[in-house]
């Protein structure tokens, strides 16, 4: 089963109405290939105004986190409902520095997870160990008890993507090597297949981010578990449109 290539724009905390509406005015401006699924998540503020914005068929928005409550004395977070009502498709959950800088745990993440899907957001579900952890040699029990925690909450795969982000790759300018990244997507795929069943597997978009560009985008080319990129940086910049046209 094909399954669509996928490439993320996680614009961080960064950006301006100015910035947001250049980024979004190159994707509109370009020729997209008609085959790639392509998502850019500015931070809150700019959701509907980059809605608004995007006109080529391929593009959607994303958010960078939402809550799993959907309304209430909750001051501060972001109701699934409220990403939808302003033209919002995705959200992104799990991103390791929401992990590690604001303390989300697995099954918190999880519970976001199943409060998204079950009120129309597809969810691009980010896991990856930490380098003390690659040099531990745990990584494939990190990133598979990541994906524990949600698979233990919700059993509709379908409007997921999983994100592996080695988080010593996310911002280093040190991406993980194709062969690398490879084997843990691999790993991955056949853990899930083994937890869920083999037709989820074979459907489940698996997509690589940390360190992403335009220049290295394509050596992933020949990686069969790699199904696009989520992509920090080099999202803010023209060299984006670079990566999501990658497998051309
Ligand atoms: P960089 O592409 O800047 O390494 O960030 C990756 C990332 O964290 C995307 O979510």
Not at 41 to 57: D, G, H, I, K, S
Not at 109 to 138: F, H, P, Q, Y
Request: hydrophobic share 45%; glycine share 8%; proline share 3%.
């Amino acid at each position: 089963m094909a399954r669509t290539f996928f490439v993320g724009g996680n614009f961080k905390m960064n950006g301006s109405k100015e910035s947001i509406k250049t980024i979004v005015a190159g994707l509109n401006e370009a020729s997209l290939p008609s085959d790639v699924e392509v998502v850019i998540a500015p931070p809150a503020p700019y959701l509907q105004y980059a809605a608004e914005l995007v006109t080529a068929p391929t593009v959607t928005v994303a958010a960078q986190n939402s809550f799993d409550k959907l309304s209430g004395a909750y001051t501060g977070e972001i109701a699934v409902n409220q990403i939808l009502d302003v033209g919002a498709k995705w959200v992104i959950l799990g991103h390791s520095e929401r992990r590690t800088i604001l303390k989300e745990t697995d099954e918190f993440i999880a519970s976001k997870t199943d409060v998204a899907l079950a009120n129309g957001l597809g969810v691009i579900l980010c896991i990856g160990e930490t380098l003390d952890e690659r040099n531990a040699g745990t990584t494939l029990d990190v990133v598979n008890t990541q994906m524990d925690a949600v698979i233990a909450k919700i059993s509709d795969w379908s409007k997921v993507v999983v994100a592996y982000e080695p988080v010593w790759a996310i911002g280093t300018g040190l991406a993980a090597t194709p062969e690398d990244a490879e084997k843990v997507h691999a790993a991955i795929r056949e853990h899930f297949a083994a937890k869920v069943g083999a037709e989820a597997a074979a459907a489940l978009r698996i997509i690589y981010g940390g360190s992403v560009n335009g220049k290295n985008a394509a050596t992933f080319n020949a990686c069969e578990n790699i199904d696009g990129y989520l992509v920090g940086g080099a999202s803010l910049k023209p060299e984006f449109i670079d990566i999501v046209k990658s497998r051309e």
